[in-house]
């Protein structure tokens, strides 16, 4: 009989996670990671991709200077926060993620970091609630993105099935 094959993140004790990727895999997200740091680093402009990260306050046509001063006030303490999230994800990561022993913290900090690349891909591919992936056909100019986009998205499920299990 064959063994069932282990969830690519799963509760292996009260306030412990496993995380079971390839080698492969886990060298990607973190390079991925990585990435995103460099992207988030950058000085702020016009640069669309960060739009979910750092999204509209006010939608209103009439609210953009109340829109404006949010972004003024909150973008430095989003910032940090998300690079703060990055910065445990490379401690517990740079010890080789596989196999590891994770806490409940360092799983959230995981889950977040992954979110974001997932929101910054997302914005790339122009990805929507309804966008069906069955129509990307295999010769898209795009199909590799939008398989890494599946991929951040099954990791990110597992890891949120696994913190409220």
């Known amino acids: 009989m064959a063994r069932k094959p282990k969830p690519p993140v799963e509760r292996v004790g009260r306030d412990k996670f496993c995380i079971n990727l390839d080698l492969e895999e886990v060298d990607l997200i973190h390079r991925l990671m990585t990435e995103l740091r460099q ?10 991709r960060l739009r979910r990260l750092f999204p509209v306050a006010y939608h209103d046509p ?6 404006e001063e949010y972004q003024r006030l909150m973008h430095d303490e989003l910032l940090q926060s998300r690079l703060k999230g990055l910065d445990l994800v490379d401690d517990f990561m740079a010890g080789g993620l596989r196999h590891q022993r994770l806490t409940e913290s360092d799983l959230l900090a995981f889950v977040q970091a992954l979110n974001s690349l997932r929101l910054v891909l997302g914005t790339i591919l122009d990805v929507s609630e309804d966008h069906d992936f069955g129509e990307v056909a295999d010769d898209h100019p795009l199909v590799g993105e ?14 949120v099935r696994a913190l409220q299990g």
């Open 39 to 48: 992207l988030l680093n950058e000085p702020p402009g016009d640069d669309g």
């Open 62 to 67: 009439g609210d953009r200077e109340l829109d």
């Open 146 to 159: 939008y398989q890494l986009y599946d991929f951040l998205s099954w990791v990110l499920d597992w890891s």
